[in-house]
């Protein structure tokens, strides 16, 4: 599934690492979301949907 | 060691996750333990002494039971894993040791059935243990 992540973080100016902290997860966890490699959970979609103040389909978009 | 993230800056290090530290102290417990009992049991064996029947039993059985408890440490851990994603890796990691594990004993079993191998499977729950190790690794190679 493809996803916004990055650019999202990119425009807070947060590294993966910032993210990560934010969402409580690992870096790597972060990483393998934006890479496409691990789509997240729903409860994860949704804490991440928090952060950034959006929809979940507004981050996760369908191939 | 601190990685690199894709800014090219170093990555704040990472403090272990509780789940992990319990997972390294049952390991390290279990393990002691294996290596006492193993030691102790096997001098008994081959002492002028050694136990019989009942006694025997119970030492063999004795012997199992720490390594029972790296299984059980194993599984806890995918239960207590604070992280979805690394939980994943470790779902990933059970199911490639069992695979293979399972893969080698039915293979080693039509062997043995065709007298092409002198006994059936054995020390399946040391090799699963041994290839979860190598599926650790490449598990994390290809995350």
Redesign the interface.
């Known amino acids: 599934m493809k996803n916004r992540l990055k650019v999202l973080r990119a425009e807070r100016d947060w ?3 910032d993210l ?1 902290e934010r969402l ?6 972060v ?3 934006e890479t496409g ?2 789509d ?2 729903l409860p ?1 979609a949704f804490k991440i949907a928090g952060l950034f103040d959006m929809a979940i389909e507004d981050i996760f978009l369908k191939e | 060691m601190n ?1 690199t ?3 090219g ?1 170093q ?2 290090k ?1 403090a272990i996750p509780p789940s992990m530290k319990r997972y390294f102290w049952r390991i390290a417990i279990f393990m002691i333990a294996y290596m006492a009992i193993l030691i102790g049991g096997l001098s008994l064996k081959n002492s002028a002494n050694p136990p019989e029947g009942i006694f025997a039993y119970a030492l063999a059985i004795l012997t199992a039971l720490p390594i029972c408890g790296v299984f059980w440490a194993v599984f806890r851990l995918l239960v207590e894993m ?5 939980r ?1 890796l470790v779902a990933k990691q059970i199911m490639i040791a069992t695979a293979v594990t399972l893969c080698a004993a039915t293979i080693w079993q039509f062997l043995n059935v065709y007298d092409l191998a002198q006994e059936g499977p054995q020390w399946l729950g040391v090799l699963w243990l041994v290839m979860f190790g190598i599926a650790g690794g490449i598990v994390r190679w290809r ?1």
């Open positions: 590294s993966q690492a990560a409580k997860v690992s870096r790597q966890s990483n393998a979301i490699k691990y997240p959970s994860l | 990685q993230d894709e800014r800056q990555a704040p990472q604070e992280d979805e994603y690394q994943f995350a």
